[in-house]
């Protein structure tokens, strides 16, 4: 005998294809909350816009700064949120203990890793240098063809601009050339960063490229 779907189950199965294989969004930004207001609004938003994608959010755990703003608006609007942080950086950070899953790792390494794996997509929101190393760890392992997760880099209030004019640089220098492009997408509205995300997830799918460093600029 088949049974009907219910309302939930119809709904719930709509969402998961409107996602497009995208359960879980990593997000690097700053454990502080920069100059500029613009920042934490612009966390506020992604955190909302993840929860009603019904997308997870893996983070680094914290809970202050850009990184305590994304994980709390994500929580206040009913989404799910991991945090991954390094035993040495629980207290440092002040581990945000309301998260869903809170996972300690040993040391940072392991701490890239986990994040890596259980995501599928990345976001750059301002941020330190760590969230800068983060960035490029991502942007070095798609350019080695390490994978083909999206990389999204949120530019708010031209944040990024010096690091996007450096990688113009470094083509222009021919230290990024012909076979090994730098492939990720711009975005200047947190609003944006959602939908582009599952936009560039069901291209990498369908075997199509992201634009590339060389192309953008």
């Given at each position: 005998?088949?049974?009907?779907?219910?309302?939930?189950?119809?709904?719930?199965?709509?969402?998961?294809?409107?996602?497009?294989?995208?359960?879980?969004?990593?997000?690097?930004?700053?454990?502080?909350?920069?100059?500029?207001?613009?920042?934490?609004?612009?966390?506020?938003?992604?955190?909302?816009?993840?929860?009603?994608?019904?997308?997870?959010?893996?983070?680094?755990?914290?809970?202050?700064?850009?990184?305590?703003?994304?994980?709390?608006?994500?929580?206040?609007?009913?989404?799910?949120?991991?945090?991954?942080?390094?035993?040495?950086?629980?207290?440092?950070?002040?581990?945000?203990?309301?998260?869903?899953?809170?996972?300690?790792?040993?040391?940072?390494?392991?701490?890239?890793?986990?994040?890596?794996?259980?995501?599928?997509?990345?976001?750059?929101?301002?941020?330190?240098?760590?969230?800068?190393?983060?960035?490029?760890?991502?942007?070095?392992?798609?350019?080695?063809?390490?994978?083909?997760?999206?990389?999204?880099?949120?530019?708010?209030n031209g944040f990024w601009t010096p690091f996007l004019d450096l990688l113009t640089h470094m083509t222009q220098q021919?230290f990024i050339r012909k076979g090994l492009e730098v492939i990720f997408t711009v975005v200047d509205r947190a609003e944006?960063?959602?939908?582009?995300?599952?936009?560039?997830?069901?291209?990498?799918?369908?075997?199509?490229?992201?634009?590339?460093?060389?192309?953008?600029?």
């Amino acid at each position: 005998m088949q049974k009907k779907m219910s309302s939930k189950s119809k709904s719930r199965a709509r969402a998961a294809e409107a996602r497009n294989g995208v359960e879980n969004i990593c997000v690097y930004c700053g454990s502080g909350p920069g100059a500029n207001p613009a920042y934490a609004e612009a966390a506020r938003v992604l955190g909302r816009h993840l929860a009603e994608a019904g997308i997870g959010l893996v983070y680094g755990g914290g809970g202050m700064g850009l990184m305590g703003e994304v994980a709390t608006a994500t929580i206040t609007n009913s989404g799910r949120v991991t945090g991954i942080i390094p035993r040495f950086l629980t207290e440092r950070e002040h581990m945000l203990r309301s998260a869903d899953e809170l996972v300690i790792t040993e040391n940072m390494h392991e701490r890239k890793q986990l994040m890596f794996d259980r995501s599928d997509a990345f976001v750059a929101l301002p941020g330190g240098v760590g969230t800068l190393e983060e960035l490029v760890e991502q942007l070095t392992w798609s350019q080695l063809g390490q994978h083909k997760k999206p990389i999204i880099i949120a530019n708010i209030n031209g944040f990024w601009t010096p690091f996007l004019d450096l990688l113009t640089h470094m083509t222009q220098q021919a230290f990024i050339r012909k076979g090994l492009e730098v492939i990720f997408t711009v975005v200047d509205r947190a609003e944006d960063i959602v939908p582009t995300a599952i936009a560039a997830a069901q291209k990498a799918a369908e075997g199509a490229s992201e634009e590339s460093v060389l192309e953008k600029f």
